[in-house]
């Protein structure tokens, strides 16, 4: 067993010294999974295609979801038909196909079910002698964790049953050997090259992921948006049976999209960047194939689908902006026109925000208000309340308004 870990760490390390290692107690709601073997949770999520693992927290994880189950189901989880089905087995499977072992003495399939009966017994604080014990780690040792880049989370990388333990007991902190050798998560990674935010630690729209939580800038709230979107349309008795079919124009990573569908209603988007796409498909899991990839000008123009329900939020500004765009901005509204049958959701930039102040200077609720009505088949205007994003480096911008125009 010693010479298993030993030739684990150095295949970890290559021939560099092992960094120094800090022991101190960590919160289990900031450790998040690792990968397996020697490969850590980014390279290892790359290769399974899991790229959510990395961000997912180690008590939500395979070994605690099997605990919980076994505390359900108690020993019919052993049963073939169940156990396939666990996250523990797929987790194993994974490492099996990929190094061809999960443990030194489980190499095929069949064998995963030894190592999940040697965890129960452990959980249960019975003798596990018969057992095999190659690659398990001795009574008492301190779990290993790397920290994670830009974040105040850790990355697990030995210890995957002494947490679950953990968290099963209801600890709330582990002692943990700490390598400071920092590295993203692929959905960091992911944001970071989402255009529009140029590098930045700043998120667009909520996410909800631990490792960025409490480290990165949420720009946009969203959600007092979406709940004064949901209290209109149930005022006006726009159930999901009556609205017709809503689309959030201008969709970045999905999250409107994502709600209106948790609440029934059939949602689509539209986003140009493609990044921002792949981070909601993963991040949110409803979202699917139902957010195009293309301009959202160019998109209402090729399409001729009608919808009951609108959102164009921040949007309209960008082509103000962009004179010299294929599209118009009175285009864009015409197009919006065109394709809205029941009730467009409207924001965009404002004269007061210091930001806009000359380029956008002029437009104002009234003005937007009047160039709406004006042109377009639109009959009503309700303002519904400005959002509450101008706040610490962003004071004196953003606070704009949401209008909700209807036929």
């Known amino acids: 067993m010693a010479l298993f870990r030993s030739f684990k760490r150095l295949a970890t390390f290559g021939r560099s010294p092992e960094p120094k290692v800090v022991v101190r107690r960590i919160p289990l709601t900031k450790l998040l999974l690792g990968g397996e073997w020697n490969w850590r949770a980014k390279r290892y999520a790359y290769a399974t295609g899991e790229l959510i693992r990395p961000s997912i927290p180690v008590s939500d994880g395979p070994h605690a979801e099997f605990l919980r189950q076994y505390a359900i189901c108690g020993r019919r989880i052993f049963e073939k038909p169940i156990f396939s089905e666990t996250a523990y087995f797929r987790n194993a499977r994974d490492s099996i ?75 709330e902190s582990i002692l943990a050997d700490i390598l400071d050798i920092p590295d993203y998560t692929p959905l960091q990674e992911m944001i970071l090259r989402v255009e529009w935010q140029s590098g930045e630690r700043e998120i667009y729209q909520p996410l909800g992921l631990p490792e960025i939580q409490q480290t990165w800038k949420l720009l946009r709230k969203s959600s007092d948006r979406l709940e004064r979107m949901l209290r209109f349309l149930d005022m006006h008795n726009l159930t999901p049976e009556r609205a017709g079919k809503v689309l959030d124009v201008g969709a970045y990573y999905g999250w409107f999209v994502s709600e209106f569908l948790k609440r029934g209603y059939d949602a689509y988007g539209v986003e140009r960047d493609r990044t921002a796409i792949c981070v909601g498909d993963i991040v ?80 104002n609720i009234d003005t937007i208000k009047k160039w709406v009505l004006g042109n377009s088949k639109f009959k009503n205007a309700y303002e519904l309340g400005r959002d509450a994003d101008n706040v610490g480096l962003y004071r004196g911008n953003f606070g704009r308004m949401l209008i909700a125009f209807t036929k």
């Open 284 to 363: 949110y899991g409803n979202v699917g194939k139902r957010i195009q990839w293309d301009d959202a000008g160019i998109a209402l123009r090729e399409s001729t689908e009608r919808y009951g329900v609108i959102c164009c939020l921040s949007i309209i500004h960008h082509y103000i902006l962009r004179k010299n765009s294929g599209i118009s901005t009175m285009e864009l509204l015409n197009l919006l026109d065109e394709r809205t049958e029941k009730v467009l959701f409207l924001e965009m930039g404002e004269e007061h925000e210091a930001w806009f102040s000359r380029s956008l200077a002029g437009w």
């Open 97 to 171: 196909r990929l190094f061809g072992e999960y443990f030194p003495y489980c190499w095929l399939p069949e064998h995963i079910e030894i190592c999940a009966k040697r965890f129960v017994l452990q959980y249960e604080h019975k003798s596990v002698t018969d057992l095999p014990s190659a690659g398990h780690s001795p009574t008492g040792e301190n779990i290993r964790v790397f920290t994670v880049k830009d974040s105040d989370c850790y990355e697990l990388d030995e210890g995957n049953h002494r947490v679950a333990f953990a968290a099963l007991r209801g600890d």
